[in-house]
């Protein structure tokens, strides 16, 4: 079954403090896999999208890596208007849907 | 360019009735994604349409149907509300040829 699990589910930093959050997939042949952010009661913003392994994607102060289990959005001296939830998703090879994890809120304090 | 939008921003409806939920494409994409996003949770499949018919469904009832008119704008029906179908419902949109999709604002659905 293709499943995706993010981690940590919260995680709070202060301003400046770089840190990772992390996505684990398991999908049967992987077309894609999209990093989104979502603000309170707001649909997902479009971030990055990763085709393979090795790949890696930046803006601004977000970095997205992938391997053949997991990718990892580095970010690097986070500011306060970084707060939001991070959204993983993967769009398997058999399917027309994206899968999503729950999830990473981030809080990043001043 | 146009972003996805969707209508209306906010609704509340009472449990058995039903509800139209609507969608426009962003500017140039043929493809129309449904999903439905609880609190705390990552979005869940409802169904994609692709030329105005249903190509892809996840574990949703038939209660949920869906439409997709020829400008590529698209509609969510819900029959028989439940409790448990109160949820942010949020429309996706691409170009076929792209796995990128892009999401509209949603529409926050509250039954009592």
């Known amino acids: 079954e293709d499943q995706v699990t993010q981690s940590p589910e919260a995680l709070r930093l202060q301003e400046g403090e770089s840190s990772s959050l992390n996505c684990s997939y398991t999908v049967s042949g992987l077309r894609g896999l999209f990093w989104y952010r979502q603000d309170p009661g707001k649909g997902p913003e479009f971030l990055f999208t990763?085709?393979?392994a090795g790949e890696e994607k930046e803006k601004e102060r977000l970095k997205a890596t992938l391997t053949k289990k997991e990718s990892f959005l580095h970010i690097t001296a986070p500011k306060p208007e970084d707060s939001a939830t991070y959204l993983c998703?993967?769009?398997?090879?058999?399917?027309?849907?994206?899968?999503f994890g729950k999830g990473t809120t981030l809080s990043v304090s001043s | 360019e146009t972003g996805v939008t969707q209508s209306p921003t906010h609704l509340i409806k009472t449990r058995g009735q039903q509800v139209t939920l609507r969608c426009s494409s962003q500017s140039g994409h043929n493809t129309v994604s449904w999903y439905q996003q609880a609190l705390g949770q990552g979005p869940q499949f409802i169904f994609q349409?692709?030329?105005?018919?249903?190509?892809g469904r996840g574990n949703f009832p038939p209660r949920f149907s869906g439409l997709q008119f020829p400008n590529y704008s698209s509609e969510l029906n819900v029959n028989a509300l439940e409790l448990d179908d109160s949820a942010l419902y949020l429309c996706a949109s691409r170009w076929d040829s792209s796995y990128e999709q892009y999401f509209g604002p949603g529409t926050r659905l509250t039954v009592t």
């Open positions: 349409y692709y030329r105005e018919e249903e190509n």
């Open positions: 998703a993967v769009h398997a090879q058999a399917g027309t849907a994206l899968i």
């Open positions: 990763l085709y393979s």
